[in-house]
């Protein structure tokens, strides 16, 4: 017997009655699957998106469908530009637009509820972080969680996301309910499977339909919710630390920065028992650990002195954690299960004025846990400091960690070219699964006989256009920007770790390294209001700050397939450098004119080039129409100066661009404390016009002297803006 419903009907049945549209009602008219009658529903949640449910019928009632705690409450829109169409045996579901282009083409198996889907052409992007990369296509992908999901030592951990994107063809499916694995082995259909029979049931997923690469985006935060605002200081470098010799080292540490005029922000702290003397007693504990921190208020005094924040590292011991950081812990009861008993353990360390956490391991996590302990780190700092924004750096967790800012890194990779090389495509898929936050351990977590001053230097210029950039790994006095000139490897750290192997001796002496780590240093500092107005819209649009190609250039086909380069923010294109002993890099430049950062040639783009570079460069391009904001250099964000904003006109288009700027702490610009300069340039003109963005106002200092200066010049055109709309010929 067939069900088909045509256009009109599926749209007047998704409109209609109490937010969903069911296929049948009489219980002997139900599909089977995997044993059990079913009702397939629909709800429109946009004119892009439709939700599609098997909903198991037991003892004549719907079973309501399990919520891992991935989606926001979502409600029925009154309409759709999607239709319908289902046939019941064998159960097909068909997805036109409203031009009546064919969308997707779902076969449930009424024995497994497996669900089959097309391909279509071109890359298949998201899925996570990890896992086989760039393009998804011709991969089996079973979903694992956590640093035995798929080839740690190259790929790094997996946070698997269960969205997939057919970039060519305009569509993404999100299958929330069950958990299961991705086949896209084949040529032209792809297959969801749940993990067991008995788990097969509810099949809930939800099909986007957008031309625009950013709709569905925009359409994945709708359903998983927009990234929550960071402050700012966890987008300035971060050092991290591992076995610490004493009070003394850990205070000196930060005084070289400093001394150096290195520019960093923050010092992470590792536990003991991941080495054999961290800042706590012993993993797991919130005890300050007497031999480094006897003092641990007056040693985080002393660093927030120097303008340093302080983040500390902690690991969850249990296999399980449900409820709130803000449920009320009975400490008669005390139960490490319970997101309140567990986040009272770290407030006395809070108290003592750590500024944010390092929550590591949890691969035995189920998604409602993982997103539970994501969800602890985001709420529990805001008990005792409502007003300021918390930061926590997470390994793991899944669709919707981004609602509490949290960052991700890629886990204990190894100090290899090709781990560099794959972890470039692994960012872009990162963010096009909505997690914006995310970074490596800079170098490799696991020295190899690959590691050497080169490879550290890519590694680190890689990571300066990483939304983390956070140097961290094993033999970790080489994580230091000054570390490969000392003669010294500090703590042994590799005995008995696996394939592990310290640097050769003639490694130690490479003047080099330091030079061009403050080189980036200093530009990540200065490109930081650029950087934090890419944050900004990321949070408004759900669009990532690693950008595929694809979200600007889709109907490039050459551009979308590239996976090794990345735009960051809209506006500058990134192409690391990942073989050893490099001379050149070619790359992809998508069509329009280019800039070229470093010499400001200009390149018509729709092509590739090669370009030579040296140690100390990477290719960087900058897209014709673009107004960079830039800063000084600063040796932490919340430095004084009296050097002012520059707004950097890259000629060649016109364009309207956008500068973001808040308090960097508090939440204050939610209740209207932003400024917002509208950037719109005339190329033809040669005229740029600043204005106030709508919604936002001046904030101190009122009158603000700003430079305005086109890319290669070097005499800027100084003008004094007020919050009154200003025009430059420049």
């Known amino acids: 017997m067939l ?4 256009r009109r009907q599926a749209l007047n049945r998704l409109a209609g009655g109490l937010g969903a549209a069911r296929l049948a009602a009489a219980q002997d008219s139900r599909p089977v699957i995997a044993g059990s009658p079913v009702e397939v529903v629909f709800m429109p949640v946009s004119a892009h998106t439709v939700r599609i449910s098997l909903v198991p019928v037991r003892n004549g009632k719907l079973q309501p469908i399990p919520d891992f705690g991935a989606l926001l409450p979502l409600t029925r829109s009154q309409s759709t530009d999607l239709a319908v169409t289902v046939q019941k045996q064998p159960l097909e579901i068909r997805i036109h637009d409203a031009a009546g282009r064919a969308i997707q083409t779902l076969r449930v198996n009424s024995e497994t509820a497996g669900v089959t889907f097309d391909l279509g052409r071109g890359p298949l992007l998201g899925l996570g972080e990890g896992g086989p990369q760039f393009d998804r296509r ?3 992908d079973h979903m694992r969680s956590g640093q035995g999901g798929y080839r740690l030592r190259t790929n790094g951990g997996r946070v698997p996301v269960p969205w997939l994107i057919g970039a060519a063809d305009g569509w993404a499916i999100f299958f929330h309910q069950p958990r299961g694995s991705f086949n896209l082995s084949t040529t ?8 067991s029979p008995t788990e097969a049931l509810p099949v809930d997923l939800f099909v986007v339909a957008a031309s625009d690469p950013a709709q569905i985006m925009a359409e994945y935060a709708r359903l998983t919710g927009k990234p929550e605002m960071p402050p700012l200081w966890s987008f300035g470098y971060q050092q991290s630390h591992r076995t610490l010799a004493s009070r003394e080292e850990v205070l000196a540490e930060a005084k070289t920065f400093r001394e150096k005029r290195l520019p960093c922000e923050t010092l992470i702290y590792l536990g003991t028992g991941f080495c054999p003397s961290g800042w706590n007693t012993a993993n797991g504990s919130f005890a300050f650990n007497p031999s480094v921190f006897p003092d641990p208020e007056e040693i985080i005094r002393q660093l927030h002195a120097d303008h340093f924040k302080v983040v500390v590292h902690a690991v969850i011991l249990s296999r399980k954690l449900q409820g709130s950081a803000r449920d ?25 004025g750590v500024d944010g956490w390092w929550p590591d391991e949890g691969d035995p996590l189920d998604i409602a846990s993982r997103l539970t302990r994501n969800r602890m780190y985001w709420e529990g700092p805001q008990i005792d400091r409502p007003n300021q924004r918390p930061f926590a750096l997470h390994r793991n967790g899944y669709a919707g960690m981004q609602r509490y800012a949290s960052f991700l890194w890629s886990g204990d990779v190894y100090s290899t070219w090709e781990t560099l090389r794959t972890h470039v495509p692994i960012a872009v898929n990162t963010g096009l699964s909505g997690i914006p936050y995310w970074g490596t351990d800079i170098g490799g977590f696991v020295p190899t006989k690959e590691f050497t001053g080169e490879l550290y230097v890519r590694w680190f210029q890689f990571g300066a256009f990483c ?4 140097a961290h790994g094993r033999t970790w006095k080489l994580r230091l920007p000054w570390g490969w000139n000392t003669g010294d490897l500090g703590p042994n750290e590799i005995t008995n770790y696996g394939e592990a192997v310290n640097p050769d001796p003639s490694e130690l002496h490479n003047g080099q390294v330091e030079p061009i780590c403050r080189k980036y240093l200093e530009l990540r500092s200065r490109l930081m209001p650029y950087l934090y107005s890419a944050v900004r819209e990321c949070c408004r649009t759900g669009m990532p700050i690693m950008r595929a190609l694809w979200l600007h250039y889709s109907d490039d086909p050459a551009a979308a397939a590239r996976g090794d380069e990345y735009l960051w ?13 490099a001379t050149s890099r070619t790359l992809y430049l998508p069509r329009g004119h280019w800039h070229d950062f470093w010499t400001n040639d200009i390149y018509e783009g729709g092509r590739e080039i090669t370009r030579p570079v040296d140690l100390a460069t990477i290719p960087l391009y900058v897209r014709a129409g673009a107004v960079i904001p830039m800063g000084p250099v600063k040796q932490y964000t919340g430095e004084k100066t009296d050097e002012p904003l520059e707004f950097i006109v890259y000629a060649g288009a016109n364009s309207d661009s956008h500068y973001y700027e808040d308090d960097g702490e508090t939440f204050n610009y939610r209740r209207g404390e932003w400024l917002g300069i509208r950037a719109e340039w005339d190329d033809g003109l040669s005229t740029l016009r600043l204005r106030l963005a709508e919604g936002s106002k001046m904030l101190p200092p009122l009158r603000r002297i700003l430079r305005v200066r086109r890319a290669g010049e070097q005499l800027p055109h100084q003008i004094v803006f007020d919050g009154r709309p200003i025009t430059v010929r420049v």
């Open 328 to 352: 009320a812990c009975n400490v008669a009861r005390f139960d490490e299960q319970q997101a309140g008993c567990y986040w009272d353990a770290h407030r006395k360390v809070f108290a003592a």
């Open 138 to 140: 011709g991969s089996i």
């Open 188 to 195: 032209t259909e792809g297959h969801f499977d749940p993990p």
């Open 3 to 6: 069900n088909r419903l045509s």
């Open 467 to 470: 939304p983390l950039f956070r």
């Open 569 to 581: 923010g809209r506006d500058i294109l990134v192409a690391p450098v990942t073989e050893k002993g």
